[in-house]
């Protein structure tokens, strides 16, 4: 991350009053919001602002861009009240030293932040509209909150399963190419975010200090039996696709299923059609034999974009020891996963930044600090509302427990303390590992440079 050419101007309240570009002094745009300050108001003033002076710096190049702005709200969409760029749980920022402050700061401006998973876009404010703002198939980029972030790059997985905008139970071709379709269009109406096609997008955009947006899709299902859907999909702009979701498809069993047949041979071809094409594969929702027998088919190294240790946390939505190492083994990376009630630990029973480090230390330590690496998979908004929502769509139940009917006794919270949205989650992943003593070079191959490792050779 690299701090842009902003100024922005908040009144006593932390409310933002004006977003303003120094380079071209266009006209101020209001982005006011009557919530209360964001997580990215209380991060550390950066060494060319005098402590308390006015003007806060925004951490991007961002101009005040809101999602369809170029059509009318209430005429040609409906508006829902959205959560924008703040929490809607109460703010924690890890605490550190002013010498700690000053080491995060000058780190984060140098290395490469880039988050392995995501769903970076703006949640109704109250949980019972999720459904009807989804299906609505107008979901929000959070440009704004992206801007206060401390990423140069977030893979962003679009609705997932929640893209219910034809269908009832989701992963349908339709509603996939609706929803991508749909977001790329407002995406194409802005500056501020790149979208991301290769490499060299991830460094421009950490160059101009701007976000590089990479679309990925969490499972395959909308393929159906047609391989050249993988190289529609490319088309579209999609860089990563999963083998599976939790449920089983024409590729291979998902992680809820009770019987593990892996990899069809329909998988094979299809894992061999993304190899050719360029397109990363994700196997975080994929049972063990699939993932096993992906890497095994799969030229290049693979993803378990967020998931945890299942040797931590006996429930069948994290990986098992042996699987983790046959991803590293292959040179792939696993990203850490810090959706509610999944990277919970023993020592930490409540779901939180610490217990979801837990499980970073442990994968580092089982494979090593080459391949391991962040994929919080959050959202600006209720997440556990979410999950209950759609806890039929996106098998919650079945991927929480530990198969055996066995799980262990996790503490249940409303959000995830520390981690709550893609915004804290920059924030507080590298102050942890700086409070942790972890080094300069360690910290830069988990929060980016092992990620760019795999994308060079997978993307070519
Ligand atoms: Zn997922």
């Known amino acids: 991350m690299r701090r842009g050419g902003i100024t922005r101007d908040a009144d006593i309240t932390g409310k933002v009053i004006g977003a303003q570009r120094r380079d071209d002094l266009r006209a101020p745009q209001v982005v006011a919001s009557a919530l209360a300050p964001s997580i990215g108001r209380v991060h550390p003033p950066s060494p060319d602002t005098p402590a308390g002076a006015g003007p806060l710096p925004l951490t991007h190049n961002y101009s005040g861009y809101k999602s369809y702005e170029y059509v009318k709200t209430n005429r040609d969409f409906t508006e829902y009240d959205l959560i924008e760029g703040e929490s809607l749980f109460e703010p924690y920022l890890v605490p550190l030293t002013p010498a700690e402050e000053a080491r995060v700061t000058d780190l984060v401006d140098r290395i490469l932040m880039i988050s392995l998973h995501e769903h970076p876009h703006l949640m109704p404010a109250r949980a019972d509209q999720i459904r009807a703002y989804d299906s609505e198939g107008r979901v929000h980029t959070a440009y704004e909150a992206l801007a206060d972030s401390w990423w140069d790059c977030v893979f962003d997985n ?118 050719e094409v360029g397109l990363a594969i994700d196997c975080a929702h994929a049972s063990d034999q699939t993932t096993l027998d992906t890497v095994e088919h799969s030229r290049h190294p693979i993803f378990l974009t967020h998931t945890g240790a299942r040797g931590l946390w006996n429930i069948k939505r994290l990986a098992p020891d042996n699987v983790i190492r046959a991803v590293a083994d292959k040179g792939g990376v696993i990203g850490i996963e810090a959706a509610p009630h999944t990277t919970v630990s023993p020592r930490h029973r409540r779901h939180g930044i610490e217990s979801f480090m837990d499980h970073f230390e442990y994968v580092k330590d089982l494979v090593g600090i080459d391949h391991v690496a962040f994929g919080p998979d959050t959202l600006y908004g209720d997440h556990v509302g979410l999950h209950n929502v759609y806890a039929a769509a996106l098998s919650i139940d079945e991927t929480q427990d530990a198969g055996t009917g066995d799980a262990p006794e996790h503490i249940p919270v409303d959000y995830v303390r520390g981690v709550e949205n893609p915004t804290e989650g920059s924030k507080n992943i590298p102050r942890w590992l700086v409070r942790a003593g972890y080094s300069d070079e360690d910290i830069a191959k988990v929060m980016g440079e092992n990620i760019m490792r795999v994308l060079k050779e997978v993307w070519q």
């Open 158 to 275: 679009f609705l997932d399963g929640a893209a219910c905008i034809t269908s009832k139970n989701g992963w349908k071709w339709d509603d996939i190419i609706y929803d991508m379709g749909m977001r790329y269009c407002d995406l194409a109406h802005q500056d501020f975010i790149i979208r991301c096609e290769r490499v060299d997008d991830i460094y421009r955009a950490h160059r101009e200090g701007r976000i590089a947006l990479i679309g990925a899709q969490e499972g395959a299902a909308m393929i159906e039996n047609e391989l050249d859907r993988i190289e529609i999909m490319y088309g579209f702009g999609l860089r990563v696709l999963g083998i599976t979701y939790s449920e089983s498809n024409a590729l291979g069993t998902g992680l809820k299923e009770t019987r593990d047949g892996g990899l069809t041979s329909f998988g094979r071809k299809a894992v061999r059609r993304m190899n």
